[in-house]
């Protein structure tokens, strides 16, 4: 169990409310203004904000100053609570009293957490609301000139995360490979030769353009673009760094000619 005691004796506090309750809020990519305006009138009421790693400090700053802000980030291999942990300190926030809102980068029903999250408060009878933020992949992809469906190449879109809850990656490959389709893969910079050799072992051209969207939205965003087979030699010789969106089809050919933000640095290109 957490001490809620130690946690809320930080700053100043105005008198919590009779009845808590948490708010599940998406962020979005990275992008303060991407915000939608009921997530801001939602964060600025805040007793108390629980928020991840990916969560900008452009929209950190816009969160009242009276609110105790709590990290609890997790990246590959460090978490700073379990997933378990966080679950047992919404829960408490929320009974005592406080208007509790949950900060997710993206959208928190998108690879999120969210869900799980909002059935464990539910089952402890604890106030849920939700507010839908732009999920990176929509969002970066956009602003970046990348379009994930254009009907002369993708009537459908996947987005796809490369990390299960087990660890391991079971995806089903051959329905990823599917004509018409575009795929954006979450957290999938690791799992770059396994995404590559398994898509084209099961049938993908090797020619296949990608991109991978690092920072997507922010002022460092940066763009490389490549094909499928060398997929790991560009990362190899890039280095993004998370977080990073992995898109895959033919919509990314279009990257220069729908490209029109002048602010967006020039992409990388590869041989």
Sequence with gaps: ????????????????????????????????????????????????????????????????????????????????????????????????GNRVVRLKGGDPFIFGRGGEEMVHLQRHGVVCHVVPGITAASGCAAVSGIPLTHRDY????????????????????????????????????????????????????????LAIVERGTLPRQRVLIGTLSALPALIAKQRPVSPSLLVIGEVVSLYRTTNVIAALPEPVLTA
């Design 1 to 96: 169990m957490i001490a809620i005691e130690r946690l809320m004796r930080a700053g100043d506090r105005q008198q919590p409310v009779r009845s808590g309750e948490v708010w599940l809020v998406g962020a979005g990519p990275g992008d303060a203004e991407l915000l939608t305006l009921k997530a801001l009138r939602v964060i600025r009421r805040a007793d108390v904000v629980v928020f991840d790693r990916l969560v900008s400090p452009a929209v950190m700053a816009l969160l009242p100053k009276k609110a105790l802000c709590i990290d609890v980030g997790k990246s590959m291999g460090c978490h700073t609570l379990s997933q378990t942990e966080i679950d047992t300190l919404l829960v408490e926030l929320a009974q005592a």
């Design 154 to 209: 993708a009537q459908s879109v996947r987005f796809v995360t490369g990390h299960c809850r087990n660890g391991e990656v079971d995806l089903d490959w051959r329905g990823l490979v599917t004509a018409g389709q575009t795929l954006v893969f979450y957290m999938g910079l690791s799992l770059s030769e396994t995404l590559t050799a398994q898509l084209i072992r099961h049938g993908m051209a090797p020619q296949t353009p």
